[in-house]
């Protein structure tokens, strides 16, 4: 960071307020930015959403007060003018004002009753790619157990205390694209991260550029282009689609626990990826938006016997 940088992220908060004449509900729309609830770029005080973001323009802390039942939302932002300006003025689309929900009918009281409990969220549409790609490699194939926590090293060994208030806060910004870059193969070994997720975040990271061109473009070419990067998948695409890009339709195939839950609260049983798709066929183009209404309401299978325990790689330093 440059003394000009240093001198704009102590700088009082920029403050925006948007009235979208709609609920927004920020803790929900955000709620799957959050990667665990030891995410070192994540706080929630109770009156506000505090997150610690990395840009191209650099790092910034970003404050979005806004309740479930609220029609405004008020956001400060303290970082270099030109990481403020771009996130701030994009701070409508991540909180889903492109979000159209048109065509969409529940039809079932299950999402039906989640809609009613729900009105403020959206599918959020962050622009970010990197931000939500690098921690979806780090999830793959692995417990949550092991992905938060591979995710909560990273950013608390790699990352930089957040601009202006958040460092007070322990708030933390990950590591930038030249940072992840120089990490060697055995510092991710450390940090409980496989060497076949390290070498997928290294053939994505070779080019990330492409990767931030993803919001221009239509979502199924978007997809495409994330799985052209060998190790990025159709289940990593579609977790990076749910939050950079915003789109509605990006279902979790793959998941351990998707297909299993969404299935149990439509029909009351379980199903995989095939019954699935099948069962969410007449929701297309809202897909994702079953899944994450059901999410948010709890609709999750009853869990039974032990759950998988996480696997170690190495010794965690």
């Known amino acids: 960071m440059t003394a ?15 009235r979208p004449g709609r609920p927004v509900d920020v803790a929900a729309t955000w709620g799957t930015l959050r990667r665990g609830a030891g995410d070192p770029a994540w706080h929630s005080d109770g009156r506000a959403v505090w997150r610690g973001i990395s840009t191209a323009q650099g790092p910034l802390t970003l404050r979005v007060a806004g309740q479930r039942g609220d029609a405004r939302v008020v956001a400060h932002a303290w970082g270099s003018v030109a990481a403020v300006e771009t996130v701030l003025d994009r701070l409508p689309r991540m909180l889903g004002a492109d979000d159209d929900v048109t065509g969409f009918v ?130 990593t695409a579609a977790e990076t689609a749910q939050r950079a890009l915003g789109d509605p339709d990006a279902v979790s195939f793959g998941d351990y626990h998707v297909a299993k839950n969404i299935g149990w609260a439509l029909t ?36 039974r016997g032990p759950r998988m325990a996480p696997r170690r790689h190495l010794p965690l330093g």
């Open 4 to 18: 000009a940088d240093l001198a704009d992220a102590t700088a009082p908060a920029r403050r925006r307020e948007w």
């Open 106 to 235: 529940p039809r079932h009281p299950v999402l039906e009753q989640a809609m009613r409990r729900r009105p403020g969220w959206r599918v959020p549409c962050t622009g970010l790619v990197l931000e939500s790609l690098v921690p979806a490699v780090i999830e793959q194939k692995v417990t949550g157990q092991e992905a938060f926590g591979g995710w909560r090293r990273l950013v608390r060994r790699h990352g930089t205390p957040a601009p202006g208030p958040g460092a007070a806060l322990g708030l933390r910004v990950p590591p930038d694209v030249p940072r992840l870059r120089a990490l060697p193969s055995w510092e991710w070994l450390k940090m409980g991260i496989s060497p076949q997720r390290a070498d997928t975040l290294m053939r994505v990271l070779e080019v990330a550029t492409r990767m931030e061109e993803l919001p221009s473009l239509e979502a199924a070419a978007a997809r495409r282009r994330l799985m052209s990067v060998r190790g990025v998948g159709v289940w």
């Open 268 to 303: 009351g049983r379980e199903v995989d990826d095939t019954g699935l798709a099948d069962l969410l066929a007449p929701w297309t183009g809202h897909r994702y938006r079953v899944q994450r209404l059901l999410e948010l309401t709890g609709a999750f299978r009853p869990r």
